[in-house]
């Protein structure tokens, strides 16, 4: 908190130096993650937005795509299942362009959650299929086995019950 506030002061003076509103964009979305994990959404929600307000016009995407995934997290958490799937559909988009796998992943694995959540269910088997390879290459064990779990739950409204419990093994093994 303390460094946000001397960048802020340092930003407010002479004409803001392109890093620093950067490295400010960066540090109100770590802190924003600390405060989303405290149960503080309203307050992880400001800090993601203004993020975001402050990294859009210096086109800082690799940045930007992380504020973007972050506030959709939180929007699902607070039940704002729209803005969530506009902010994964976004950040899959920018993450891609700058190739990001890791936030492309993380994106379309939240979007398609987000789309079984509110009941649109359509080609969600398959989209959690790429997701699981994607995490796989990525070689992320912690969010192959969050795919994993959501795939299992999509095979489960197909009545591919097999599936579903394959998944959720190597889930639990992982």
Known sequence: VRTIKSLETSIGQSPPQ?????????????CALFEYRLGQYELAQANLKRSMDILRPLNEARILVESITFLGVVMILTGNFDKALELFSEGLERATEVGDRFFAAMCLTEKVNVALMVGKTENAYERLQSAVAEWRIIGDPRFTAFTLNILSQSA????????ARTALEESVAL
């Open 156 to 163: 489960l409204i197909l009545g591919r019950y097999d599936e």
């Open 18 to 30: 392109r890093s620093d509103q950067v490295a400010l964009g960066h540090l109100l979305t770590t």
